[in-house]
């Protein structure tokens, strides 16, 4: 078996998110393809030699040669910052993938799907989404979307659009739009409680995050093998 | 040869720390596990090691305090490119629970509560390399990182530390483990950058 390569991404377009969250689409040469889930190793040299490297999720379904990864900035990190904030279009980076065959969608499935992100968890769950409709797949989908505060969301016009068959529940840690019914705070058990018992449940972000929404699921009686998961990194929102 | 990223010059590097290949340092620690964290109280705790004659050697949780510990203080490598160094656990080493097998098996599948597996070498759990660790920093192991108990062996990638571990069957041939499964290294030597499949 040969070693998954590294490829060269040349920087073709970027989008800014939020304030402080960009995406980024790379054309790559070669790119194998992928599945909704997945994520790629990023790898960064510097004039010296030194380099290193980062896991990103693939914001969107496969696309031919073209890549597209989701960044928030992690204030004092070493990558993202970069990436959100140096490289331009034209830039080169290395990457290796697609990574991770259990935290996955196939659009062959029709089983009931909950999605539970935690800020920037969202992103390789929107690949599921665009997955989703990409296929004009029947498999009802249930987003519930943790953030700090509106400003933060990601892909706010997407998720807005009709999307038959996906709902969304924005959850606010910090502040919430005017008039919106849930105070602001962390993920509860209640959050959860309208979600369907018998879905298969995605849960990324922040490690204390999935802790917390994971842990909600097994009391809410969601089966353990039912619950896949992804842990971004160590805090956050 | 490597492309130079324009612009990228990396953080300050500390020049008296080797790590393997493509790892960063952390201070934190961070947690990967494929699914939801599970509870298990210590009364119903127990640790077998299951050798390829079909015999089965039980520790109760007393019964694994009741034996001599360690306290190694060793390096965690995770695949996910962070490593965490001079990190101080206590626990029992392999080679005393491996003291009354009697085995000619060459591998080791290690089974977690929960579900979790992952194979490696036996000879890669004996001979000081590996133990069952329950506590962490002198605190008692948090269920997040594995707690009441996990594997620990920290010449591999941290995946084969298998948290909640269960226990472990002993077999003449090689049996992929879940990550293993899914696309990751059969071995997982971290400076080898053993990291996926064909690596
Ligand atoms: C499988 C996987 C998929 C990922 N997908 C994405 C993605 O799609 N989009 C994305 O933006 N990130 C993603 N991440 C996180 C990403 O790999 C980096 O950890 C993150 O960009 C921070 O890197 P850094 O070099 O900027 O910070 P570092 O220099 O590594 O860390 C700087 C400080 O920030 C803390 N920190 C590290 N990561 C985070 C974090 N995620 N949140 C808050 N604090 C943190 C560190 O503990 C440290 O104190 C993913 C991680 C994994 C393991």
């Given amino acids: 078996m040969r070693p998954l ?22 054309a790559v040469p070669g790119w194998p393809g992928h599945l909704a889930g997945q994520h790629v190793d990023v790898r960064l040299t ?32 070493e990558v993202s910052p970069y990436l959100t904030e140096v490289l331009e279009v034209g830039d080169l980076v290395e990457l290796r993938g697609p990574v991770g065959g259990w935290f996955v969608w196939r659009p062959e499935s029709a089983r009931p799907v909950l999605l539970v992100a935690g800020g920037s968890g969202l992103v390789p769950l ?3 989404i665009r997955a989703r409709r990409r296929s004009a797949g029947l498999a009802p989908f249930h987003l519930v979307y943790s953030i700090r505060e509106p400003a933060q969301r990601l892909y706010p016009a997407e998720l807005d659009r009709p999307d038959p068959g996906l709902r969304v529940d924005y959850l606010y840690t910090r502040a919430t739009p005017g008039g919106y019914g849930r105070p602001p705070g962390r993920i509860t058990r209640a959050d959860l409680l309208t979600a ?42 | 040869m490597a492309i130079v990223s324009r612009g990228f010059q990396g953080r300050r590097r500390e020049e008296s720390v080797k790590l393997p290949p493509g790892q960063y340092l952390t201070y934190d620690f ?13 009364d119903r705790w127990e640790f077998a090691i299951d050798t390829e004659a079909g015999q089965t050697h039980r520790w109760t949780w007393p019964e694994l305090m009741a034996l001599p510990a360690e306290q190694p203080t060793v390096d965690l490598h995770c695949v996910t490119k962070w490593s965490k160094l001079a990190t101080h656990w206590r626990g029992v080493s392999l080679d005393v629970l491996m003291a009354d097998v009697e085995t000619t098996a060459e591998y080791a599948l290690v089974y977690s509560y929960g579900g979790y597996t992952t194979n490696l070498p036996l000879e890669d759990l004996l001979d000081g390399k590996a133990w069952i660790a329950y506590a962490f920093e002198g605190e008692e192991l948090e269920p997040q990182h594995g707690g009441p108990a996990r594997l620990l062996v920290p010449h591999l990638y941290l995946w084969k530390s298998a948290k909640w571990v269960r226990g472990i069957r002993l077999l003449h041939e090689d049996w992929p483990g879940f990550w ?9 030597d971290p400076w080898r950058e053993q990291r996926y499949q064909g690596d």
């Fill in chain 1, 5 to 26: 390569p590294w490829r060269a991404a040349k920087l073709v377009e970027i989008r800014q998110e939020t304030r402080t969250a960009r995406t980024l689409a790379f």
């Fill in chain 1, 46 to 77: 510097a004039p010296d030699g030194y380099s290193t490297q980062r896991s990103y999720s693939l914001a969107a379904p496969e696309d031919g040669d073209r890549v597209e990864l989701t960044v928030e900035l992690v204030a004092d990190g």
């Fill in chain 1, 126 to 128: 929107m690949a599921m």
């Fill in chain 1, 196 to 237: 369907d018992p018998d879905a298969d449940c995605f849960v990324c972000g922040p490690t204390g995050f999935v802790e917390a929404a994971a842990d909600h699921l097994i009391a809410l009686g969601h089966d353990a093998a039912r619950i896949r998961t992804e842990r971004f990194g160590p805090t956050g929102g």
């Fill in chain 2, 30 to 42: 961070p947690v990967l596990s494929a699914g939801p964290t599970p509870r298990i109280p210590l």
């Fill in chain 2, 180 to 188: 293993e499964t899914a696309g990751y290294h059969d071995y997982g």
